[in-house]
């Protein structure tokens, strides 16, 4: 049997650009190479699209200095075009693995160029993608389930901002603080802060402007973090255990640094819950994938009440990450999928998707 062409691509102009950069390795690392032929594509921070020769380029940073330019033609024939020294060899493509966090990669933007090349592509589509990574629409959607909740949320536009005092006597009015500002579709914490007062609102209602000009100011729940990670799509989706977040002492939330930059942060598998937690938070998890309309795999984020034991979503990562302390494929190590497996198993999905 021939091999397929597959197709990985990584980097992204986004704000989580380096996460993508470390998660692509653990994927290629994993890719079956007697099955496929493996085309590695590299977007830049300013967007050009550059093919890598090898894993270790991308180690190394090196593939950003590429002469070969390599990017997927829109048109129907679902080819890779790769431009080296002017001369264009074209690719077939069979299927394509986005290693894309955050913005054009995880928004729909790029799943929407797979459809319209018709290339079967690994995870969420073009709504789902859409949906999930705009925290404030996702509410909107989860606020459509029974039994579900979520924290109360107040949605500003930077346009707004310009009365600054009109938007803190609307945050004030519904919160109390401490809250939570967040741009409405930046991910892994990115301008994502936390308001214990007037100030530090107006200071973190600036910084998560700078990411979008859409920001939610939402409720502090006061909890443990909890995760879980749906695979499949449908009536067959699966969702894994339940993992925990440990963020560091010193953090005082589970932002970008405490993600990846303080070895203090710990997750945890397995965690000791009250009983009934870890399956009302496996069902939600299904519950708010499928609402969404999701495909092949979601990471979905909850909190565990502290006084109440009560279960809050938080959000749901189409994309999540899939770097050596990324939870995704850590829950799923736990129910048998070591990364091969896991890998081997959503290109299959793609390639098999209902179209």
């Given amino acids: 049997m021939s091999k397929k062409n597959l197709a990985v691509i990584f980097g992204g102009r986004s704000s989580e650009h380096e996460v993508s950069c470390i998660s692509v390795v653990t994927v290629a690392k994993a890719v079956d190479t007697s099955k496929y032929n493996i085309f590695l594509v590299g977007i830049t921070k300013d967007g050009s699209w ?13 593939w950003r200095d590429s002469n070969a330019r390599a990017y997927i033609s829109p048109d129907t024939k679902g080819e890779l075009i790769i431009d080296e020294n002017g001369s264009n060899t074209y690719v077939k493509l069979d299927v394509i693995f986005p290693v894309l966090h955050g913005m054009y990669g995880e928004d729909g933007t790029i799943q ?12 969420c589509g073009v709504f789902a993608s859409a949906a999930s990574m705009d ?21 500003v536009l930077r346009d707004q901002l310009e009365d600054m005092d009109k938007v803190i006597a ?31 609102l107006i200071e973190g209602l600036k ?11 939402e ?12 695979l499949g799509y449908g009536d067959d989706a699966k969702a894994s255990g339940v993992g925990e977040i440990l963020a560091a002492e010193e953090a005082a939330f589970y932002d970008f640094d405490a993600k990846y ?26 519950r708010i994938f499928k609402a969404l309309d999701g495909f092949g795999l979601s990471r979905v984020d909850f909190f565990l009440e502290k006084d109440t034991n009560c279960v809050v979503f938080n959000e749901i990562n189409t994309l999540p990450g899939f770097t ?16 091969k497996k896991l890998v081997e198993t959503l290109i299959e999905m793609a390639v098999e998707r209902p179209r």
Avoid at 275 to 284: H, L, N, S
Wanted: glycine share 6%; aromatic share 8%.
């Fill in 50 to 62: 550059l093919k890598a020769d090898s894993i270790e380029a991308i180690e190394d940073g090196s």
């Fill in 112 to 123: 929407g160029l797979f459809e319209m090349a018709d290339i079967p592509y690994v995870g």
């Fill in 135 to 155: 925290k404030f629409y996702t509410k909107l959607v989860v606020d459509t389930l029974e039994n579900i909740r979520q924290a109360v949320y107040v949605p």
């Fill in 170 to 200: 609307r945050v004030e009015e519904r919160l109390a603080y401490p809250v939570f500002v967040k741009p409405s579709k930046a991910g892994s914490s990115k301008g994502v802060s936390k308001a214990t007062d007037r100030a530090s």
């Fill in 207 to 217: 910084e998560a402007s700078l990411h979008d000009y859409k920001i939610l100011v």
């Fill in 219 to 230: 409720e502090a729940i006061v909890g443990r973090e909890l995760e879980c990670g749906v």
């Fill in 261 to 286: 930059n303080n070895a203090d942060s710990k997750t945890v598998i397995k965690p000791e819950l009250p009983e009934g937690k870890e399956e009302e938070i496996r069902q939600d998890a299904l």
């Fill in 324 to 339: 050596s302390i990324s939870m995704y494929p850590m829950l799923w190590n736990a129910k048998g999928y070591d990364i």
